[in-house]
Each structure stands twice: as C-alpha cells, then as structure tokens.
C-alpha cells in the first residue's frame, strides 16, 4: 500500500492556472499506474487523466484533453497535474489514485489506494 497526499489546491479566476501535486510515500509505486479524478459536489467522481508506470504513456478525458498535463517523476515519488485554461466546470475536489499495475485505466474501481483530495475553486 501507498500513501498519497494531494497538494496545490485553491482559488483562481477562469482561464487561470494551476499545478497539483500528489506526494506518495511507503514502498515504490515506479511499477504503478496513476491517475486524477475530480468529484463536484452531488455528481459522480469523474475520471480526469491518466499515466503509465513509466510515464511514457498517458491518456485524458475529453473535457480537459489540451488544457491538462500528468505527469511523475518516479525518483521524488511524485505526480503532478498541471491545468491550464481553466473553466468554471473544473471546480471540484482532485484526487490521486494509484493501482498495483503499470497501464493506466478511467474507471474508478480499478485503483487500489486514494488520496484525500484537494479542492480547486475556478471562479467565472
């Protein structure tokens, strides 16, 4: 099991930017998939973007595809979301999952542990 805490969170104005950070800790997760998902409130936890173990592979959701970068670095333990141009819609709580295998998956139930979250406020 790994341990993930979401940082880089906040408040900004539409069309702002801002890059969130997932630190890991325990045993390695260089061999893991990692992933982003947002859940705003009263809807259903939605699956934002994606990154192969070795990062050489990654894969978005349409509504951020172009304006959001994953991203790890494997030696700091470390994934990264980088959002650019963003919307109103893009307000809710991110979060940082991992599972024990190298290819990256949108759903949900395929990740093994989670992070608590950070909130991202786009105000119009």
């Known amino acids: 099991q790994v341990q993930l805490v979401e940082s880089g969170g906040g408040l900004v104005q539409a069309g702002g930017s801002l890059r969130l950070s997932c630190a890991a800790s325990?045993?390695?997760?260089?061999?893991?998939?990692m992933c982003w998902f947002r859940q705003a409130p009263g809807k259903e936890r939605q699956f934002v973007a994606a990154?192969?173990?070795?990062?050489?592979?990654?894969s978005y959701s349409d509504s951020v595809k172009g304006r959001f970068t994953i991203s790890r670095d494997n030696a700091k333990m470390m994934v990264y979301l980088q959002m650019n141009s963003l919307k109103p819609e893009d307000t809710a709580v991110y979060y940082c999952?991992?599972?024990?295998?190298?290819?990256?998956?949108?759903?949900?139930?395929?990740?093994?542990?989670w992070g608590q979250g950070t909130q991202v406020t786009v105000s119009s």
């Open positions: 999952a991992g599972r024990r295998d190298s290819g990256p998956s949108s759903y949900s139930s395929a990740y093994d542990y």
């Open positions: 325990g045993r390695t997760f260089n061999n893991h998939a």
């Open positions: 990154i192969r173990s070795g990062g050489e592979l990654t």
